[in-house]
């Protein structure tokens, strides 16, 4: 099984950019989707981007589109999530996860992953 770690969070101005990182602990993303959720305070956990790994078939939540590019290295074994004009509102708490789920309506249903990373966090503000 794999174990997602993510890393790259931190503070960004608004309008700044980021790059999360996931990175496989254990195996590889081969055969896996992996997406991201994040997490505000007070709110519920919502999806934000997925990745078929294999083919690399993207998926993206309308909050987000057009600003966030969901990515993979050649040895499938990191995602990447590039973010650009952030938001005082994308301030969270930003979950990876992986799913061997190939349902395309679970894709952005968080019980459909099995395995998940500790989270890292996303704070813009000026």
């Known amino acids: 099984q794999v174990q997602p770690v993510e890393s790259g969070g931190g503070l960004v101005q608004p309008g700044g950019s980021l790059r999360l990182s996931c990175a496989a602990s254990g195996s590889s993303f081969s055969s896996y989707t992996v997406a991201w959720f994040r997490q505000a305070p007070g709110k519920e956990r919502e999806f934000v981007s997925a990745?078929?790994?294999?083919?690399?078939?993207?998926y993206y939540a309308d909050p987000v589109k057009g600003r966030v590019t969901i990515s993979r290295d050649n040895t499938k074994t990191t995602v990447y999530l590039q973010m650009n004009s952030l938001k005082p509102e994308d301030t969270a708490a930003y979950y990876c996860?992986?799913?061997?789920?190939?349902?395309?309506?679970?894709?952005?249903?968080?019980?459909?992953?099995?395995?998940w990373g500790q989270g890292t966090q996303v704070t813009v503000s000026s």
């Open positions: 990745m078929r790994v294999n083919s690399g078939h993207t």
């Open positions: 996860a992986a799913s061997r789920t190939t349902i395309l309506s679970a894709i952005a249903n968080q019980n459909a992953y099995a395995y």
